[in-house]
């Protein structure tokens, strides 16, 4: 699994993401458009240099996929939890 950082938007396979948030893949796209899934990018700074994190939401479902600067996936997770601001 990867993330393409090439852009000023990461972006991952919709297939990767919707095995995890447990939905039809040809959906993420649809339901991104909607609003329904959300996302955060950040970049790692300090002791995380090097490391990037996009997070998912959709409904109470968060996926995070934490990537190196290649964007090669070094950890994966997935729960249930509410969106703080």
Not at 18 to 36: F, H, N, Y
Request: aromatic share 6%.
């Amino acid at each position: 699994m990867n993330i393409d950082l090439s852009n000023p938007n990461p972006t991952i396979d919709a297939a990767d993401l919707a095995k995890l948030l447990d939905i039809p893949a040809p959906q993420v796209i649809t339901l991104m458009r909607e609003g329904a899934i959300t996302s955060r990018f950040e970049t790692g700074v300090d002791a995380d240099a090097g490391t990037h994190r996009l997070t998912f939401w959709y409904g109470d479902m968060r996926v995070r996929f934490t990537c190196d600067d290649s964007g090669a996936v070094l950890k994966t997770s997935r729960n249930t939890a509410k969106r703080s601001l």
